[in-house]
């Protein structure tokens, strides 16, 4: 260890070194990070910054995403810093409820948040379900009027949320242009969202062709905060099916988060001193 120069105290290396890596995963991509991109960025030995994730985690300021192997900031570190988000915050509480879902179904299921104009995957089963056809999926972007999580979104959010959405996919005027300016579609997906309860896709996005799912919202105080899908190949039912089956199953699931939102005391005391950041977006 070095003696600072400024005081008469020695520099604690191990602080320092464990500073750096919330730092480094606080300024990362997506807001989370490897062991070996932790590794490259501050310098410390792969074995160091391994310790270090260890010790944050037992501490409660570091997750391990057991999707990809990555390391995000935790809830604690809002007694430190803004760093930890939202999105963050529900994908934790959503990650063993989605565990529980893939043992019920089996297929595949992903956890979604609204990133600008895409579906963002926050948290996924992918990798451990047996009929997944895509294991890279954690922060994949889905387009919000093709798929079933995009769709239950955009049915479930505000109207003027909603309508921000649609200005910002027609600037972009991207592929999903000029299905935003035809209210007619628009209108329609949403009226078989809200009749159904649930929204689905049946290979309507043509780079997922082959893949069909369902799709509902998690909410918080009437407000988005996510959605949940189950995905599945649509040659081997369709989304009526599908829905008959799956369908209990993803309700009760969203449910549980639902509660556990409810429940959660930082929440709570949010709501009391009317700071709740949650859902505000």
Avoid at 13 to 35: E, K, M, P, V, Y
Avoid at 65 to 84: A, C, I, M, P, Q
Avoid at 98 to 115: A, F, H, I, N, R
Avoid at 261 to 279: F, M, N, S, V
Wanted: hydrophobic share 35%.
């Amino acid at each position: 260890m070095t003696r600072m120069s400024d005081g008469p105290y020695r520099h604690v290396q191990g602080l320092s070194r464990g500073l750096a890596i919330l730092h480094t995963i606080n300024r990362s991509a997506n807001g989370c990070a490897s062991i070996t991109e932790l590794s490259e960025a501050t310098g410390l030995h792969r074995t160091t910054v391994r310790r270090m994730l260890e010790t944050l985690e037992t501490e409660g300021y570091v997750r391990r995403s057991r999707s990809d192997d990555t390391y995000r900031l935790n809830h604690k570190v809002r007694e430190l810093s803004d760093g930890f988000t939202d999105d963050e915050w529900i994908s934790q509480l959503a990650a063993p409820v989605l565990g529980e879902l893939l043992q019920k179904v089996v297929w595949p299921s992903d956890l979604c948040t609204l990133d600008g104009t895409s579906m963002l995957v926050r948290e996924t089963t992918h990798r451990y379900s047996p009929l997944s056809f895509h294991r890279a999926m954690i922060r994949q972007r889905m387009p919000v009027l093709y798929t079933a999580a995009g769709r239950a979104y955009l049915t479930y959010c505000g109207e003027e949320e909603r309508q921000q959405i649609l200005r910002m996919l027609i600037v972009e005027n991207g592929e999903q242009a000029s299905l935003a300016r035809n209210r007619i579609f628009i209108d329609k997906i949403l009226s078989r969202v809200r009749d159904q309860g649930y929204a689905s896709n049946d290979g309507e996005w043509s780079q997922q062709s082959k893949v069909s799912a369902l799709a509902i919202p998690i909410l918080y105080c009437d407000k988005v905060l996510a959605t949940i899908n189950i995905v599945f190949m649509g040659s081997v039912m369709n989304t009526t099916k599908a829905a008959e089956r799956y369908l209990p199953h993803l309700r009760a699931s969203v449910a549980k988060i639902e509660a556990q939102l409810k429940e959660d005391p930082r929440l709570q005391a949010g709501k009391a001193d009317g700071e709740t950041e949650i859902g505000q977006r």
